[in-house]
């Protein structure tokens, strides 16, 4: 928590600045399906820009054992769109809703 505290006290003059029109949210989900052997679960990955710039990404194992191509796509573009729901809400609280938000997937 100290660290956490001592990051913030000296990123005080510091900011993310989206300007103008282009603040739509772009989203981009895939999933990995080589899996390593004796492991059955996919890697996950999905990243989140605004205006070019990356907000939110991650790259994980997926928490549950997908049998088939499609039932791994459904599950990673559930997480990929419960993730926009929040960044949605998050830029609404910073002033900048937009509704053409868009999220990608190579379904």
Known sequence: MKWILRYLRGSTTKALCFGGSN?????YV????ECDIGNTRTTTRYVFTVGGTTISYISKLQKVVS??????????VTEGNKN???LQRF?????KK???NKL???I
């Not at 830029?91 to 002033?95: I, T, V, Y």
């Open 67 to 76: 049998l088939s191509a499609p039932e791994v796509e459904y599950v990673i």
């Open 104 to 106: 990608y997937s190579d």
């Open 84 to 86: 926009m729901i929040w």
């Open 91 to 95: 830029m609404e609280e910073l002033g």
């Open 23 to 27: 603040t739509i949210l772009h989203g």
């Open 30 to 33: 895939d999933s990995d399906m």
């Open 98 to 100: 937009k509704k053409n």
